[in-house]
């Protein structure tokens, strides 16, 4: 079997007490082998890329910190390809860099079954994308932690002040309106929904689910001209006998803020930008609700939403709310 386990038992004599922890047993390792297979985002061959594979030969386990893995790297051929082999576990973790690109990296595989001292299946082709890097420029960006101040009000927030409107904050202008409803019973009992809406007629928000693919660049550099909607709603939960309303991870978003509009409704100026993962409530350690988000605004009325990380026009953040994620 790929995974086994076993049971410790200690025997604390000076406290009497009888502890039993099941805990992983050493996994068998079998010979595996995989093909990297690297890519661009029109799904041409890239050669000459670091690419790399860390075969996992012990996972950390009760006790232990740190799993080990035997690496095998190389550079990639016409086809885009590198191929590695080695004993391990089961598992492995691999991706790719190249001058030019965004890294791609911690994308893991897991093994089927094992057969004849070999893991299964043999030699399978993985395929790691590279993104090209593009035009980073200089953005608003910040990971928010903020308690929305009041339940039952459209409490504004201001990304290029990164704060609350007056007179909660230092904010402005508004940008994300967050009205909240709180029903709290206790901490294992409560329920909290946020309506995230906007001010400016064209102004929106558009959800977008990916999949995990390693890249730096979580999104593409460039916002969509449409598609954005005024408004979205978040719920989180807890509730007796009832599964937890959560975020998801694979959620990210795009936004548009202050825009201007025509007679004809057409577009004159807006300000793009982007949310790096799901918009995060937490009811249970605010006495109105938590709200964390990463946030990427570009001021200058393009879609060009790929941010440098030593371009921020956000100063003096605190090391927790710093991104370095483009």
């Known amino acids: 079997m790929k995974e086994l386990t076993y049971l410790l038992t200690v025997i604390l004599v000076g406290h009497g007490h009888l502890y039993s922890q099941e805990i992983p047993a050493p996994q068998m390792l079998r010979d595996a082998k995989v093909t990297l297979k690297v890519i661009g985002a029109n799904n041409e061959p ?8 860390s ?13 080990r893995y035997t690496i095998r790297r190389g550079m990639t051929d016409l086809e885009g390809e590198f191929t590695g082999s080695a004993h391990t576990d089961g598992l ?11 890294n791609t990296e911690s994308l893991h595989y897991d093994f089927i079954r094992e057969k004849l001292g070999r893991w299964e299946p043999w030699n399978p082709v993985l395929q790691v994308v590279l993104k090209r890097i593009g ?9 928010v932690q903020a308690t929305i101040p009041r339940t039952n009000e459209v409490i504004g927030f201001d990304l290029m002040m990164a704060d609350w409107v007056a007179p909660y904050g230092t904010g402005k202008e508004s940008d994300f309106g967050f009205f ?8 294992q009992d409560y329920r909290v929904d946020v309506r995230l809406s906007f001010f400016h007629r064209g102004d929106g928000i558009q959800p977008l689910l990916t999949t995990n693919d390693g890249s730096q660049l979580r999104l593409f550099g460039i916002a969509p001209q449409g598609g954005y909607r005024p408004m979205i709603e978040l719920t989180e939960s807890r509730r007796p006998g009832v599964p937890a ?9 795009y936004f548009r803020i202050r825009a201007e509009e025509s007679v004809t409704g ?9 949310i790096y993962g799901d918009i995060y ?7 109105t609700c938590l709200v964390l988000f990463t946030y990427y605004l570009n001021p200058d009325g393009a879609p060009n939403v790929e941010f440098d990380p030593k371009q921020n026009l956000l100063r003096r953040l605190k090391t927790t709310e710093q991104v370095r994620d483009p």
Do not use: C
Request: no cysteine; hydrophobic share 30%; aromatic share 14%.
């Open 180 to 187: 909240l409803q709180r029903d709290y019973g206790s901490r």
């Open 245 to 253: 309303q959560e975020p998801q991870w694979n959620l990210n978003y």
């Open 55 to 67: 075969f996992e030969t012990r996972a950390g386990s009760w006790g232990e910190i740190e799993p």
């Open 92 to 102: 492995l973790y691999y991706g790719a860099r190249k001058e030019g690109y965004y």
């Open 135 to 143: 035009h980073p420029i200089a953005m608003y960006a910040k990971k």
């Open 266 to 274: 057409n577009i004159l100026r807006t300000m793009y930008g982007k």
């Open 281 to 287: 409530l937490d009811g249970m350690n605010s006495t």
């Open 46 to 53: 890239i050669q000459g890329a670091e690419a790399r594979v």
